[in-house]
């Protein structure tokens, strides 16, 4: 079965840490570059974080620069997205894509998409 599953994600409190783990099956991810997206309620899907197909490249968000960080593990087939100094804007369900591109530049094209993993940051 061909599939990405998004793993990690709960409830945390503010200023708590998560890593959240995207694992592919049936396919390869190595030769892709992956991102990471969140939706939280009423809001708009944004763009979290990118990782090249190497993992020497890599992009983020303003708004989480500084505290995420995405990584690959090409022999796991598994990129990783470590969250720190969570806050609750950081609320929603976060998602990770495979780009049909190696590199994190231009207009991404995935093809494969999780179903995603809810983050819940509160008190």
């Known amino acids: 079965q061909l599939q990405i599953v998004e793993s990690g994600g709960g409830l945390v409190q503010p200023g708590g840490s998560l890593r959240l783990s995207c694992a592919a099956s049936?396919?390869?991810?190595?030769?892709?570059?992956i991102d990471w997206f969140r939706q939280a309620p009423g809001k708009e899907r944004e763009g979290v974080s990118c990782?090249?197909?190497?993992?020497?490249?890599?992009k983020y968000a303003d708004s989480v620069r500084g505290r995420f960080t995405i990584s690959r593990d090409n022999a796991k087939n598994t990129v990783y997205l470590q969250m720190n100094s969570l806050t609750p804007e950081d609320t929603g369900v976060y998602y990770c894509?495979?780009?049909?591109?190696?590199?994190?530049?231009?207009?991404?094209?995935?093809?494969?998409r999780g179903q995603g993993t809810q983050v819940t940051v509160s008190s």
């Open positions: 049936g396919f390869t991810l190595e030769y892709s570059a």
């Open positions: 990782i090249s197909y190497s993992g020497h490249s890599t």
């Open positions: 894509a495979r780009r049909k591109g190696r590199s994190c530049v231009g207009l991404a094209d995935f093809d494969f």
